[in-house]
């Protein structure tokens, strides 16, 4: 079975530019997150789904990105407009549930913004 | 949100065994320890998991104290190929949901 799958693998934009990013998670996962990672730092998380419901996006930029998990499967993040401190990997993980500490991650959106 | 705190870096020699402790004082009662692995280029994959006392996979072992104040993930005989980012989580919020909250991680360098 494939695992949690990401696209595009890398982007490159110019500031004020929209992007966005698919993630499509394991079949039958219910809860799926987006992170944000910077160069050495751990990921971050930006929103977290349980099925299409945004149950914590706390630390979303929500002036600039937006997310929508539509039926309950696949999701969509966008920036808009980008800025060069997005420049970042953007990862999707996806679990079986809310309670359930094993996740499992896609490889990850490269974005550099010039 | 209960903190982690774990070295920057550690080294090891092929064949050895290799400890990586963390710390979590404020851990809370429903918080279950998660480690994480992070290769180059690649998202966290699950390690282990566990609540208290000692877990033991084909990967690792997970040593955890009756306060559970601390934890030690256990590498036994590391390889190059162990060489990556190691991550504690435990967050649990109010809801009972894991949040997985990534900290800085512990970078192992495995040496020939």
């Known amino acids: 079975e494939a695992g949690v799958v990401q696209s595009p693998r890398y982007k490159i934009i110019e500031k004020k530019q929209p992007v966005a990013f698919w993630c499509n998670p394991i079949?039958?996962?219910?809860?799926l997150y987006w992170y944000r990672q910077n160069l050495g730092q751990g990921p971050e998380l930006l929103i977290r789904?349980?099925?299409?419901?945004?149950?914590?996006d706390s630390q979303l930029p929500k002036d600039r990105f937006s997310a929508e998990r539509l039926k309950g499967v696949d999701s969509t993040l966008k920036i808009q407009p980008a800025e060069l401190g997005d420049s970042a990997v953007y990862l999707c993980?996806?679990?079986?549930?809310?309670?359930?500490?094993?996740?499992?991650f896609g490889q990850g959106t490269r974005l550099t913004v010039v | 949100l209960a903190k982690t705190t774990q070295p920057i870096s550690m080294d090891s020699y092929e064949g050895q065994e290799v400890n990586i402790t963390c710390s979590h004082n404020?851990?809370?009662?429903?918080?279950?320890i998660t480690w994480y692995q992070q290769f180059p280029s690649q998202g966290p994959r699950f390690i282990i998991q566990?609540?208290?006392t000692k877990v033991t996979n084909e990967v690792a072992s997970l040593f955890i104290p009756a306060d559970r104040k601390s934890s030690t993930l256990s590498l036994p005989r590391v390889s190059l190929s162990d060489t990556a980012v190691y991550y504690c989580?435990?967050?649990?919020?109010?809801?009972?949901?894991?949040?997985?909250?990534f900290g800085t991680g512990t970078r192992l360098t495995v040496i020939p």
């Open positions: 079949s039958g996962h219910n809860t």
């Open positions: 404020n851990i809370a009662t429903n918080d279950y």
């Open positions: 566990g609540y208290k």
């Open positions: 789904y349980e099925n299409e419901e945004a149950v914590d």
């Open positions: 989580l435990v967050d649990v919020d109010q809801t009972g949901a894991n949040n997985l909250f």
């Open positions: 993980a996806s679990s079986l549930g809310r309670w359930n500490t094993e996740a499992f």
